[in-house]
């Protein structure tokens, strides 16, 4: 049985319990300010409500706070939203950053290392922040000191981050305003970062600003990336640049799978990426995929039907990988448009899939998505029919990992 939210207070009381505004929820970040991919988008909206809903806590709860500002300030957070997780807040005068997930376990805490890496990024203390946006609420639940992420968190580098059990993770957040009031220093020391030339750091944009379904920040060494972020302007020029080479940004058609090739059941190409019939993935062919297509165009698909076809894609959540199929189904209709179902299911060994996991659809400026749910055996996207010529990419997020796959069905599907 899931806990309402005045459940989850009498259960959990130390902890900070906020109900997620209804104005928030509806003005989406990502509606206002743009980001380069929908990885990105989707980390901006997380840490909007977080920052947003917490301020209001704070104003409402804490009497002492008589100074509060955004770091560095609040037009600079969509150029940190399209990068990293986490936003940080002066009150008084302390400094903390919050990290927002919407792990549904919260066994301990993730923190890029910029946010304690970076000596002018450096804050004194560390928040974790749970979000149930379908439930409408969100909880502070620890917190810990820049210290002590320091010498007892666990460092990753294939990520880059800092991960702290929750045994080292202080939950009664009363503690917390004690040591604020206090004012104790609980930052340690952190290695300065190299200088760079104006020439060396317009190489690097060049370089990181080409569009990408993910954060470029592990496509340098770490200290060249610190570097350019901790300069207000370079980190301004990136977001810039980034979104707006990502605006209808074309798709390359030798990345792109051949759907046309789909129709002349010539799978020999998209192999060689990682497709394979389903039965490959399957010891029986899902149910929900077979039924979604037969209500659709009986008659044409037992004349026309493609072999579905699925790709095994992994996923990072926390510090697990998840493995999905991603599985593309399709049709030629009677007009000559191309009839395609795109679902994505938990591979063998797992009976469900992980909540909050995001399949999307772009296809020139229109999104079209869908999110599961606990216990979700599969989740699909709307059938859609498209002409020849079309082009259109598929989008898999979960937590901080995004697959995108593109897709484009040639003009002579017949001659293809």
């Not at 955004?70 to 903390?96: H, Y």
């Not at 591979?347 to 995001?358: E, F, I, M, S, V």
């Not at 999110?371 to 989740?379: F, G, H």
Request: charged share 25%; glycine share 4%; net charge negative.
């Amino acid at each position: 049985m899931k806990l309402n939210l005045q459940d989850l207070k009498a259960v959990y009381p130390d902890q900070i319990w906020q109900e997620l505004s209804v104005k928030d929820l509806k003005h989406r970040e990502s509606t206002i300010n743009k980001y380069s991919n929908q990885f990105a988008e989707s980390n901006a909206d997380l840490n909007r409500l977080c920052l947003n809903n917490f301020i209001t806590w704070v104003k409402k709860n804490l009497e002492t706070v008589n100074f509060l500002k955004v770091l560095p300030t609040e037009t600079d957070l969509s150029s940190i939203w399209d990068v990293v997780n986490g936003c940080a807040i002066a009150f008084n005068n302390t400094k903390i950053v919050l990290i927002p997930d919407e792990a549904l376990d919260t066994e301990g805490m993730t923190v890029p290392q910029e946010w304690v890496d970076i000596p002018n990024w450096v804050v004194d203390y560390y928040l974790a922040v749970q979000l149930d946006v379908d439930a409408g609420w969100m909880s502070v639940w620890g917190y810990t000191s820049h210290r002590n992420l320091k010498e007892k968190g666990s460092y990753d580098s294939s990520d880059r981050t800092y991960s702290l059990e929750r045994d080292y993770i202080i939950t009664d957040l009363d503690m917390l305003w004690l040591v604020i009031e206090m004012g104790l220093d609980e930052k340690t020391t952190v290695n300065p970062l190299p200088s760079l030339t104006q020439n060396t750091a317009e190489l690097l944009l060049e370089k990181l600003c080409q569009p990408s379904p993910y954060s470029p920040r592990l496509d340098l060494a770490f200290e060249q990336w610190a570097a350019l972020l901790a300069n207000d302007n370079w980190r301004r020029q990136l977001y810039l640049r980034r979104k707006e080479k990502t605006v209808n940004a074309p798709i390359t058609p030798k990345a792109a799978v051949n759907l046309g090739l789909w129709l002349k059941h010539n799978f020999v190409e998209s192999a060689q990426s990682g497709w394979q019939a389903i039965k490959t993935f399957f010891d029986l062919e899902p149910t929900q995929l077979a039924f979604a297509l037969r209500s659709r165009s009986t008659s044409q698909l037992e004349k026309e039907n493609v072999p579905p076809q699925g790709k095994l894609i992994n996923l990072r959540m926390q510090r697990q990988e998840i493995a999905v199929v991603l599985l593309v189904a399709m049709t030629k209709e009677a007009d000559d448009r191309i009839g395609v179902l795109i679902q994505v299911h938990p591979a063998q060994g797992n009976r469900h899939l992980p909540a909050n996991l995001k399949l999307a659809l772009l296809f020139d400026s229109t999104v079209v998505d869908g999110m599961s749910r606990e216990q979700d055996v599969y989740v699909e996207l709307p059938y859609f029919k498209c002409e020849p010529g079309t082009q259109f990419r598929v989008e898999v997020t979960l937590a901080d990992t995004s697959f995108v796959e593109e897709f484009c069905i040639p003009l002579d599907t017949n001659n293809e």
